[in-house]
């Protein structure tokens, strides 16, 4: 079955350092995004990707970058994290259109010291 | 800005009890609106959507909503809750061409 899988689902790191969080998708679908989910804002997007070689800033893209190399990847990458990235990252995809479905992966909790 | 208001933060009901979560959006226009439900431990699903048509939506687990336009609102409703359906609940919305935008989420959580 297609699905979307994220890694690692647990991380814990320092301030300043340089994360990575992995974002793969069997869907086949052109769209792919991340989101962070922090108690009292729901889901918030970072950045998002139409296709291959595409980036997007989302509303909260300040510290964090992404890269679309092939259809099924989306990593994000914080370049040097801070304290306030301390969240739950969700990435998703969905098809085709911005109106359609997203599916959405399980999720990583970062936690920065 | 275009947003997404849920005013429930948090909802306490017993089994068996009839739920109504609100959902309130700012855009104009054509709007799709979704209800996500996020389980404890567990990755968002999809309850339900509204693209067009009829604006009394059926979705999974018993879960319905209603689009009414006039109102700018989408609640969610479910006639009689279940302690499996304690989760969060999130609604979202778009319009053609722009990022889906979620609100704030509603944690229910339902007493046996």
């Known amino acids: 079955d297609a699905e979307i899988t994220q890694s690692p689902r647990h991380k814990i790191t320092e301030t300043g350092r340089q994360v990575t969080l992995a974002c793969h998708q069997t869907?086949?679908?052109?769209?792919m995004f991340w989101y962070r989910q922090d108690l009292g804002h729901g889901l918030r997007l970072i950045h998002y990707?139409?296709?291959?070689?595409?980036?997007n800033k989302g509303e909260v893209s300040d510290g964090y970058s992404v890269s679309r190399s092939n259809t099924e990847d989306l990593p994000l990458t914080l370049e040097s994290a801070a304290s306030s990235q301390t969240s739950v990252y969700f990435c998703?995809?969905?098809?085709?259109?911005?109106?359609?479905?997203?599916?959405f992966g399980p999720g990583t909790r970062l936690t920065v010291l | 800005a275009q947003s997404v208001s849920q005013h429930n933060h948090h909802v306490i009901l017993s089994e068996a009890a009839s739920l109504e979560l609100g959902c309130n959006y700012s855009?104009?226009?054509?709007?799709?609106l979704f209800w996500y439900v996020q389980y404890p431990g567990q990755h968002l699903q999809l309850l339900l959507k509204?693209?067009?048509?009829?604006?009394l939506v059926k979705g999974i687990k018993g879960f319905e909503a209603e689009f009414i336009k006039s109102k700018f609102s989408f609640n969610l409703r479910k006639p009689s809750v279940q302690w499996s359906d304690t989760a969060e609940y999130f609604c979202?919305?778009?319009?053609?061409?722009?990022?889906?935008?979620f609100g704030g989420g509603t944690r229910l959580m339902v007493k046996p």
């Open positions: 998703a995809s969905s098809p085709q259109g911005l109106s359609d479905t997203q599916y």
């Open positions: 869907w086949n679908h052109n769209n």
């Open positions: 509204y693209f067009s048509g009829d604006p």
């Open positions: 990707s139409y296709g291959v070689h595409d980036t």
């Open positions: 855009y104009g226009g054509t709007v799709n």
């Open positions: 979202a919305a778009n319009n053609a061409g722009n990022m889906l935008t």
